[in-house]
């Protein structure tokens, strides 16, 4: 599967962007999708994810509640809406997929990155 990533660019804090993870090859309900960000001088983080088919849905701790991973089937494609942004939430975003259901697992193919600028 490819996966292309957008959606990404300045945004004030406060503010609600919706990051999309377009695939091809496969259809993404076959994987496991995950979102992740890297900020500037940091390791790379789990963000989210939802489990192959779409059966349950994965958030970390510092972004439950304000962040929702989706998916629309028609379009193959996998969402990451993101609401009340903070500074902290700078980062480049990458959406990965990996075949098994395990979510914190290692992802087997990755996306190129998006990059969200958040200003205070």
């Known amino acids: 599967v490819q996966l292309q990533a957008s959606g990404g660019g300045l945004v004030q804090a406060g503010g609600s962007p919706r990051l999309s993870c377009a695939a091809s090859?496969?259809?993404?309900?076959?994987?496991?999708m995950g979102w992740f960000r890297q900020a500037p001088g940091k390791e790379r983080e789990f963000v989210a994810a939802?489990?192959?088919?779409?059966?349950?849905?994965y958030y970390a701790g510092s972004v439950k509640g304000r962040f929702t991973i989706s998916g629309d089937n028609a379009k193959n494609t996998v969402y990451l809406q993101m609401n009340s942004l903070k500074p902290e939430d700078t980062a480049v975003y990458y959406c990965?997929?990996?075949?098994?259901?395990?979510?914190?697992?290692?992802?087997?193919?990755w996306g190129q990155g998006t990059l969200v600028t958040v200003s205070s």
């Open positions: 090859g496969r259809t993404f309900t076959s994987y496991t």
């Open positions: 990965a997929a990996r075949d098994g259901m395990l979510v914190r697992a290692e992802y087997d193919y």
């Open positions: 939802v489990t192959r088919g779409g059966g349950s849905t």
